[in-house]
């Protein structure tokens, strides 16, 4: 083992909020450690957002070209070449990728250390290097980036059958005859709609009473009929009892729902485990440093991000929490304001905007409807089916629909659920507008450029 080097401060994990992070410090003239175990850039770039959105965007041009007759263009049959779509994803990321690398590399002051780190001590960690051999580091600040894995069941015999995960499904070369979907989060969403746009048989397995179980029941609801129209097969209430593979090589799931009084058994070609994600801190031995998480693996931190060890801070989704990108990104800003800028700034009521990237989009921020009422507020919804947009019309892309929810008393609008095309862009509006405490009448009496979509705003709250 080397001997110990000692930094002003570490990042483990390189993903959204620990390479910029890493790199501020080291520009400000800390010397600073960045230990990433995989990939630079974490998820988002290598397995997450980069390449799922791709490969969603190759899945809309299957079904715009199938659509073709509907606008008046006639097309030939449409086939789809996996291992094409599988490169230019590939592509993408290399890209992504090599630019987050250069970044880091040509930052004086910063260190980039591939291997795997566990805390020793409070201060220190033993790093065990890709390249052979072990490294100890030290640091008075350390900062916890570590992120999420996918979680596995615990769904018998699912053990021995060899299931795709949110990573290895993107590695496919061909596209599956029959895919089983576990889960009915955006994860199982967006996977299970884009194989199906390939032209996969999909069935979707959800263990709970609707789809998106944080959402508004009307808007899984939707999302429910939007995915059934497409031909995805969508079973709720379903448990898993058991997993086996077939000796034709297939795979067969056992399962109960509400409403049978016997078991069914599906069968399928490929089957995707997509029930939610777990924290990666079971390797790094956060008991030596005296770093707490709660019965998940969450790590505990306060609104500053801070542990309850002095100097020791996690960012991003290892704290639980909301777990997108640029979360992490804002998680970055608060402890460079904080550290770097002598300031004050928190997680304290921080707007978290998401969007399931489903056809269409869903865009949100802020508090759905049965957010509001479990609190107890007097509140107005708005709410308009994208079919009375004339944008959407024009497009031939009417299914889904916008809903605000505004403050009864003050006329402010407290969140909004925009399901339709463009619906994270809708939803973005929506957000400044909350950031400006700018008044639902506001967005009702502006005057925006026709056609748009924005201009359904306007509409939107006379109905």
Not at 114 to 142: C, Q, Y
């Amino acid at each position: 083992m080397e001997t110990g080097r000692h930094y002003d401060a570490i990042v483990i994990g390189s993903g959204q909020g620990g390479t910029p992070l890493a790199k501020a410090l080291a520009q400000a003239g800390r010397r600073t450690a960045l230990v990433e175990r995989a990939h630079v850039g974490g998820t988002c770039v290598n397995v997450g957002c980069t390449p799922t959105k791709t490969m969603v965007a190759s899945a809309r041009v299957a079904y715009l070209a199938r659509r073709g007759p509907d606008y008046g263009v006639r097309t030939g049959p449409v086939s789809v070449e996996m291992a094409r779509v599988r490169q230019r994803k590939r592509d993408i990321v290399a890209a992504f990728n090599r630019g987050g690398v250069r970044g880091v590399e040509k930052t004086e002051g910063l260190d980039l250390l591939m291997g795997e780190a566990r805390f020793i001590a409070p201060k220190s960690l033993e790093v065990r290097l890709h390249d052979g051999g072990s490294t100890v580091l030290g640091a008075e600040a350390i900062f916890i980036n570590t992120g999420l894995r996918p979680h596995i069941p615990s769904i018998p015999g699912l053990e021995a059958v060899p299931f795709l995960d949110s990573t290895s499904v993107m590695e496919l070369d061909t596209v599956p005859e029959h895919l089983l979907v576990i889960g009915g989060g955006y994860v199982a969403l967006e996977f299970g709609q884009m194989f199906r746009r390939f032209g996969s048989r999909v069935t979707i397995l959800q263990r709970g009473p609707q789809l998106l179980a944080r959402e508004d029941p009307d808007v899984a609801e939707e999302i429910t009929r939007i995915l059934r129209e497409d031909g995805v097969e969508v079973v709720l209430e379903a448990e898993t009892q058991h997993a086996e593979r077939g000796q034709d090589g297939s795979i067969r799931l056992a399962l109960r729902t509400r409403d049978d009084r016997e078991m069914r058994v599906l069968t399928g070609s490929h089957l995707l485990v997509a029930a939610g994600r777990v924290p990666n801190t079971d390797q790094l031995n956060l008991a030596a440093a005296g770093v707490e998480t709660d019965a998940r693996g969450f790590i505990k931190v306060n609104e500053r991000l801070e542990t309850a060890v002095p100097g020791l801070y996690a960012l991003g989704d290892v704290k639980g929490g909301p777990a997108f990108t640029h979360i992490s990104y804002d998680d970055f800003r608060i402890i460079e304001t904080n550290l770097l800028q002598g300031g004050t700034a928190t997680t304290t009521g921080r707007l978290v905007p998401y969007v399931v990237f489903t056809d269409p989009e869903l865009g949100r921020v802020g508090l759905g409807e049965m957010d509001a009422r479990r609190e107890h507020r007097e509140i107005r919804v708005y709410k308009m089916p994208m079919r009375h947009v004339a944008r959407a019309l024009e497009m031939d892309e009417t299914r889904g629909f916008m809903k605000v929810v505004v403050d009864a008393g003050s006329g402010q609008i407290l969140g909004c659920a925009m399901l339709g095309v463009a619906g994270g862009e809708l939803a973005s509006m929506v957000e400044i507008a909350m950031m400006g405490r700018i008044p639902y009448t506001s967005l009702r009496d502006a005057t925006f450029a026709h056609p748009t979509l924005a201009e359904a705003l306007n509409n939107l709250f006379y109905q």
